[in-house]
């Protein structure tokens, strides 16, 4: 598998390539697991060949604890993508090869996409996220990219990012990983006890109920319900939840026959943050 560490070296292999050979892109911030490899496998299925970018992000972190803590496990996640294909290009730079030495985020103007939910909690977040996502676009130039719908904020970011940018690549987001109790795989599962990690199943339990009401009641009835059910869970404590509309992610006035919700929650277990979210 071959390993590139800077720009020019990935950009000289990838202008070698064969001129008609579909490139696909999945980018990650390592600490690989199933939610990624599915990423991995479906970009293998679809192109011909496939770069998947390494890089702990640090524009898109405002926590600097949460940075510190990102797990670096990147023997293991080079091993995991070699059991899938020896074929796959990866990239994985240092943040000062990336940045050209100025770690900053660009400014971009979402249109609201990016100021509410993970936005509102997290500042500058979808700032970098756009950075690091434009600049991999940029150098890589895919095809198509690949991304999970845990993040469906960021995927919806990103869908805006390119139409704004003109960047012509397809944009693919994948359905959401889950472990065998439902908790959505996120590489903060690794952080969690064996007994949270059993316990936060119950977020997507929640989400499965609240998606049922949602068929007869009310978005307030259903947001009130939910907070009710965290209320009583010890070690679960609710940052948000909220439905909005799957296009403009803003939040539901009404119902509205013709268009498509989604319900959206980000949830702290013993300081770890997980999110999740589910098509209504
Ligand atoms: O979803 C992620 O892992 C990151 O936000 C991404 C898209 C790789 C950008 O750093």
């Known amino acids: 598998m071959l390993v590139f560490k800077t720009k020019k070296e990935l950009s000289d292999h990838i202008s070698t390539l064969p001129k008609i050979n579909n490139l696909g892109l999945v980018p990650t911030m390592g600490a690989l697991h199933t939610g990624h490899t599915s990423l991995v496998q479906k970009a293998i299925n679809e192109n011909q060949t496939v770069v998947v970018s390494i890089f702990v992000n640090p524009t898109q972190f405002d926590n600097k604890e949460d940075l510190a803590k990102y797990p670096d496990t990147f023997d293991a996640d080079l091993n995991l993508l070699s059991s899938i294909s020896e074929d796959i290009l990866i990239f994985s730079p240092s943040a000062d090869e990336v940045y050209n030495h100025e770690i ?3 400014k971009y103007n979402f249109e609201g996409l990016d100021t509410v939910m993970e936005g509102a909690f997290r500042d500058d977040h979808f700032n ?3 950075t690091i996502v434009e600049a991999l676009l940029l150098l890589v130039k895919p095809d198509r990219a690949y991304f999970g719908e845990k993040d469906f904020q960021q995927l919806q970011i990103i869908r805006k990012l390119v139409k704004q940018q003109n960047i012509p ?5 994948c359905p959401i990983v889950r472990e065998t109790n439902g908790l959505a795989m996120s590489s903060r599962n690794e952080r969690l006890s064996k007994q949270l990690r059993q316990k936060a199943s119950f977020i997507y339990h929640t989400l499965l109920s609240a998606k049922e009401k949602f068929g007869t009641e009310n978005a307030n009835y259903v947001i009130d319900w939910v907070k009710e059910q965290f209320n009583e869970q010890e070690d ?7 439905i909005t509309d799957v296009d403009t992610l803003s939040p539901i006035t009404r119902k509205n026959e013709k268009l498509k919700y989604r319900a959206f929650i980000a949830v702290y277990a013993d300081g770890v943050r997980l999110i999740d979210n589910i098509a209504l």
Do not use: D, M, S, T
Not at 236 to 242: D, G, H, P
């Open 169 to 173: 690549v397809e944009i693919i987001g």
């Open 104 to 106: 900053k985020a660009k």
């Open 236 to 242: 679960l404590e609710l940052e948000y939840i909220e």
């Open 128 to 130: 970098g996220v756009g």
